[in-house]
């Protein structure tokens, strides 16, 4: 059978899976449609987190980043995973406590003001608005090559499923959804990496074969080579970076705080019964995780060194099929600068002849690698459930965003529980609407477009949330200010140095040799000064508020989530 | 201050303990070994890794995996202790 009848076989039955589930558990309540009754199971609920997370940027672009990046796309697999050390530790168990539904909830009781409330609902709609337009962009990159339509028919495809499934189920409808979509996911990565580990070194652990010798019978290591290969052409040692040790460090810490922040994460935490469970399952995400963000590294090594074995100085015309079917997508592009009909990929902007994006190098790598056709079709079911899983969990904080936080808690405090789960119906649909449109016309490709949403993240919530857990006396007018002065900063900076707004800027111009990526983490920084300074000249906050934190710290009781 | 106050008060300290020695041990696989000191530690080589790269693309995660595990293994044990475990 050829690749495009497995694609449709595979991407069909996968289909009817997810909608199979959603309408076997659709949500009756608010309760099932925010947290999806909270009942959820320790590790369904880490299952759910793991796809939630892995996104199309951990899913397409991220081995593809890391195979361009070598050592510098090292900020990605640390700053997504080490993320979930800070959440178990600092936020997931207290929040889980607190049990209300959403992160503004937390936010507007905490600080005692439907100003903060206010502020944490914009900050929520910025960052999932951010993060959600890649995910449509994924979607679309996905359906153009697989299933040859063009990505602007991909996305609105891709729009259609999720909205059915996300209005539909709600929290409960994805949560399910989303255990299958991570076991799809996790197998799709897996199958491909573990017969592309065989085939270069023998070892059919990826993460050790990265580490291990070639199997051409030279002894050389792996590694070893690809640095060789890499220096050959003028780039930098794959093992060695190109950007400053501080751009690194300011990168992965906002990725990291960034991931903590994330409303969409966040929330999983309040659909498991006890502090207990929370803790548990955010241990269970993250290994779940884990098995993918060890992977990808090793899957990076062994595509580029693929790829410079295939392409390198090899006559243009005797390009395997997969070539050509990637310039037919725009994603991989062949110009022949010196007309000598070989394929020179070098460092030298002036003579490298071909452009490549950095999304095929996962979605290719079975190609490229020779492997069998329902291989490469699995990978096209796992990129879409790895989008998919994670557009889903931001419609929800979105949805629940204008209906829980908006409507029923500042505009129309006593509408019912049925007219309120239309509202976050209604809202989900506006934003599926919204996110397709950015998935059209999208800002930047979709790894550049997510990096971001974590510095808004991490400028925003993380410091309000923290210091509402462990700073007992941090006050509304602290954490206010502290969220909006963190927030505009990074966003100034972003549109500043990524769209040239505000005059606009060159790397030379950057603060301290920070990129736009990792200037989240000064922005949070300006956010915990900003807040501390502020509480210095403003009234403590009341005794009921005190008492409310003491008893979020004690695990026990933590009762069911509730909205009121 | 009360029994029970005092009770959670203690419970809050032994708590933040944790926290701080396991997120030191978090900052020194990921920022120590993974970014500031890999250059030093790249001249140790296991296997084709060179030690730095390691830590900053495999070794801090797996170390992630286990704080976590850790940290539920202190806490139910410390939950156990003040009788705050359900």
């Known amino acids: 059978m050829s690749v495009q009848t497995w694609t449709y076989i595979l991407v069909g039955i996968t289909f009817a899976l997810y909608i199979g589930i959603a309408i076997y558990s659709r949500a009756g309540s608010t309760k099932d449609f925010y947290v999806a009754g909270g009942g959820v199971s320790p590790l369904a609920n880490g299952m759910a987190t793991a796809a939630d997370w892995m996104s199309a940027a951990s899913f397409i672009s991220m081995a593809g980043i890391i195979s361009f990046a070598g050592y510098d796309g090292s900020v990605y697999l640390m700053g997504w995973t080490g993320g979930y050390v800070l959440l178990a530790l600092l936020l997931a168990p207290y929040l889980r406590k607190f049990g209300k539904f959403t992160v503004p909830d937390f936010i507007g009781d905490r600080y005692y003001s439907k100003t903060a409330r206010i502020v944490a609902v914009i900050c929520a709609l910025i960052v999932s608005f951010t993060y959600v337009a ?279 405090p006593n509408i019912s529980d049925k007219s309120e789960l239309w509202v976050a119906r209604g809202a989900a649909t506006v934003a599926v609407v919204i996110a397709g449109y950015f998935g059209i016309n999208p800002p930047g490709f ?68 920070i990129s736009p990526e990792g200037f989240g983490s000064i922005a949070m920084i300006a956010n915990f000064i900003v807040a501390i300074i502020v509480l210095q000249f403003t009234p403590e906050p009341p005794e009921d508020v005190q008492e409310i934190v003491e008893n979020i710290r004690i695990p026990s009781g933590a009762g069911e989530a509730t909205g009121h | 201050m009360s029994e029970k106050q005092k009770k959670a008060t203690a419970y809050w300290k032994e708590n933040v303990r944790y926290l701080f020695i396991l997120l030191v041990i978090w900052f020194v696989v990921s920022f120590g070994a993974g970014i500031l000191f890999k250059d030093a530690l790249d001249a140790i080589k296991i296997g084709g890794f060179k030690l730095g790269f390691w830590f900053a693309q495999q070794g801090s995660i797996y170390v992630f995996v286990i704080l976590i595990f850790v940290y539920v293994r202190l806490m139910n044990k410390l939950d156990k202790k003040y009788g705050y475990n359900e």
């Open chain 1, 134 to 412: 890649g995910q449509m962009r994924g979607v679309g990159v996905v359906f153009s090559r697989f299933l040859q339509v063009d990505i602007d028919t991909g996305v609105i495809i891709g729009m259609i499923i999720v909205l059915f499934y996300a209005v539909l189920g709600g929290m409960k409808g994805i949560t399910y959804t989303q255990v299958a979509q991570y076991c799809v996911l996790i197998f799709a990565f897996m199958v491909p990496a573990i017969f592309i580990s065989i085939q270069m070194t023998g070892n059919p652990i990826p993460q050790l074969g990265m580490g291990s010798t070639l199997n051409d019978g030279s002894g050389t290591f792996l590694l070893d080579k690809l640095d060789g290969l890499s220096t050959e052409l003028g780039f930098n040692e794959y093992t060695d970076g190109s950007k400053s040790i501080t751009d690194v460090f300011a990168i992965t810490l906002a990725l990291m705080v960034g991931t903590a922040g994330l409303p969409h994460v966040i929330v999983r935490f309040f659909t498991v019964k006890k502090v207990k469970d929370a803790r548990k399952s955010a241990g269970l995400a993250l290994l779940l995780i884990a098995i993918l963000y060890t992977t990808a590294p090793a899957v990076s090594v062994f595509a580029k060194t693929n790829l410079i074995n295939t392409v390198s100085n090899e006559e243009y015309a005797n390009m395997p099929v997969w070539f050509k079917n990637w310039e037919e997508t725009g994603l991989l592009a062949f110009d022949d600068k010196n007309e000598d009909g070989k394929i020179q990929y070098v460092a030298d902007k002036n003579k490298n002849e071909l452009t490549i994006d950095n999304d095929i190098m996962v979605l290719a790598n079975p190609e490229i690698a020779d492997l069998p056709a329902w291989v490469i079709a699995l990978v096209a079911a796992g990129g879409l459930a790895a989008a998919l899983s994670t557009a889903a969990g931001l419609l929800l904080v979105i949805s629940a965003s204008v209906s829980h936080d908006l409507v029923k808690k500042v505009f129309k």
């Open chain 1, 446 to 513: 979709v790894a550049a477009v997510v990096a971001l949403a974590f510095g808004l993240a991490a400028a925003s919530f993380f410091p309000a949330i923290v210091l509402g857990i462990f700073y007992k006396k941090m006050n509304k007018e602290g954490a206010i200010s502290g969220m909006v002065v963190g927030i505009i900063l990074m966003l100034f900076y972003m549109t500043k140095f990524k769209f040239g707004w505000f005059g606009g800027g060159t790397e030379a111009d950057w603060w301290f040799g």
